[in-house]
């Protein structure tokens, strides 16, 4: 019921946000991507053999995460100017702070 309501909930918003206006669908299909991307690797976390059997006996498993990857930068590279300004501002911010405390 979770993965339906929340992965696919947040699927079908962005689908619907897409339709609506391009750039809003693009933040809330990037949104949509990472939960989708999460989901996957806390399945792989959760099971009890390694990353790379995994990926031998769930394949699509893998296929999943490769299309949430592939949405994820599609999104970018639609998501509106300024928005992809802000998350460039704030890693900038992020490297600056690591810089300060010696990382």
């Known amino acids: 019921m979770l ?3 929340v992965v696919g909930g947040s699927a079908l ?3 619907g946000a897409m339709i609506k206006s391009a750039s809003v669908g ?3 299909s990037l949104a949509a991507e990472v939960i989708m991307m999460g989901w996957i690797v806390d399945e792989w976390i ?3 053999t390694n990353l790379f059997t ?3 006996k769930n394949w699509a498993q893998a296929e999943y995460f490769l299309v949430g990857l592939a949405m994820v930068v599609l999104a970018v590279r639609v998501a509106p100017s300024d928005w992809r300004g802000m998350l460039h501002a704030a ?3 992020e490297l600056v702070q690591l810089r300060r405390h010696g990382h």
Do not use: D, K, R, S
Request: aromatic share 6%.
């Open 91 to 93: 890693h900038l911010a």
């Open 13 to 15: 918003l962005a689908m």
């Open 26 to 28: 693009a933040v809330i």
């Open 3 to 5: 993965l339906g309501i």
């Open 46 to 48: 959760l099971l009890p």
């Open 54 to 56: 995994n990926f031998a």
